[in-house]
């Protein structure tokens, strides 16, 4: 079990896929199992496919755009 923050912390700027073990009352995960993490978001979607986890958590552990700029990825 980790706590989402310590997943922030050690894999920035990357695509995280966690099983969620424990939510805070606001019902956002504060604890969690790794399942995988990528630079490349199609790594996760594939490993969704074949996780047998029922509540999972998808997240993006960098910088979010602030208002009216935009992003690009390219895999």
Do not use: C
């Amino acid at each position: 079990m980790v706590k989402v923050e310590e997943i922030k912390r050690k894999y920035k700027d990357e695509w995280v896929l966690a099983e969620v073990l424990e939510e805070d009352e606001l019902g956002q995960p504060t604890e969690v199992e790794l399942i995988a993490h990528s630079k490349a978001r199609e790594e996760i979607y594939d490993a969704l496919k074949e996780t047998k986890a029922k509540y999972t958590y998808q997240f993006y552990t960098g910088e979010i755009p602030k208002k009216g700029y935009a992003a690009a990825f390219n895999g």
